[in-house]
């Protein structure tokens, strides 16, 4: 009987720590306190980002990470308080794009799609889909991208997620 015990308390103990997703750390570290208020990102940016080792040298438009098609060469951006504007002209179009959010201490934080649907121990699927928006020591704006989906049946998982910064230069335009 002791052993029976033993067996299935090592059991549970693997089946605790052997799941996606057990422990995921926010990363918030890539942002800076502003000096008055958010709206200071406001300005004129590059829309293709910096390539760096943090998100794994690979170059975005900017009009990707909002869900947004197209490409574009320079954009506005507006920031208050819960809303982010985005002006920028896509051939000979001017286009403007209003979003909401939601400000956070060093950041704004804006959600395109947030499902979770849980059960424990039975069924869970999570689909998470956010960017934050903020700066980093030199000024420049940084957009955390940050995607998720997951979701087990029983003791069946699988899933990923995915956290990278996006580092902006102003542009002088």
């Known amino acids: 009987m002791k052993i029976l015990l033993r067996f299935c308390f ?37 829309g293709n980002s910096e390539s760096t080792k943090r998100n794994n040298n690979h170059s975005i438009n900017i009009l990707k990470l909002f869900n947004l098609e197209g490409e574009a060469d320079v954009i506005n951006l507006s920031i208050d308080q819960d809303k982010v504007k985005l ?13 909401e959010g939601k400000m956070k201490n060093k950041f704004m934080e804006i959600y395109f799609k947030k499902n979770q649907t849980v059960i424990p121990l039975l069924y869970s699927q999570i689909e998470v889909d956010r960017i934050r928006i903020g700066k980093d020591k030199e000024g420049n704006l940084v957009i955390m991208n940050y995607a998720e989906h997951s979701g087990n049946i029983l003791f069946m998982a699988a899933g990923h997620y995915d956290e990278l910064p996006f580092i902006f230069k102003k542009s002088d335009m």
């Open 10 to 46: 090592i059991m549970l103990i693997g089946l605790i720590f052997n799941s996606c997703g057990t422990l995921k750390f926010n990363k918030t570290k890539e942002f800076v306190k502003f000096n008055s208020s958010i709206s200071e990102l406001s300005g004129k940016y590059y």
């Open 87 to 99: 002006t920028y002209l896509q051939g000979a179009d001017n286009k403007e794009v209003v979003l």
